[in-house]
């Protein structure tokens, strides 16, 4: 799994690419927080454009990143969802809590 990160303001967009399962899960998830805790983060958006498989542990690491925003009064957002992905997070009720984009423009405008 390859990570890129960009910050606009205080909106750290995460651009993920491979797969995003139990052997990159742990290394995701210390980066990401990393940041959220160095910087003055308060919106997440977890781009998966590029992403090409996803199991569990991915679920995992976007549910504790959900947390992590929600007691910091911040906000997480979901953007470009293949097919094969967009199974997995179904399956999993994570549409319940977490909102969904087509597009990174459409998610830096939380509301």
């Given at each position: 799994?390859?990570?890129?990160?960009?910050?606009?303001?205080?909106?750290?967009?995460?651009?993920?690419?491979?797969?995003?399962?139990?052997?990159s899960?742990?290394?995701?998830?210390?980066?990401?927080?990393?940041?959220?805790?160095?910087?003055?983060?308060?919106?997440?958006?977890?781009?998966?454009?590029?992403?090409?498989?996803?199991?569990?542990?991915?679920?995992?690491?976007?549910?504790?990143?959900?947390?992590?925003?929600?007691?910091?009064?911040?906000?997480?957002?979901?953007?470009?969802?293949?097919s094969?992905?967009?199974?997995?997070?179904?399956?999993?009720?994570?549409?319940?809590?977490?909102?969904?984009?087509?597009?990174?423009?459409?998610?830096?405008?939380?509301?």
């Amino acid at each position: 799994m390859y990570i890129e990160f960009e910050k606009i303001d205080s909106n750290l967009i995460v651009h993920l690419l491979g797969e995003l399962d139990h052997h990159s899960a742990q290394e995701v998830r210390h980066k990401i927080d990393d940041i959220i805790d160095k910087d003055a983060i308060s919106n997440l958006v977890l781009d998966f454009s590029r992403v090409t498989f996803m199991d569990s542990s991915g679920i995992g690491v976007i549910i504790g990143r959900y947390k992590r925003m929600n007691s910091k009064k911040g906000q997480i957002a979901i953007t470009s969802i293949n097919s094969n992905i967009k199974r997995v997070f179904e399956l999993s009720g994570i549409f319940r809590i977490i909102k969904t984009y087509d597009k990174i423009e459409d998610a830096l405008n939380f509301s």
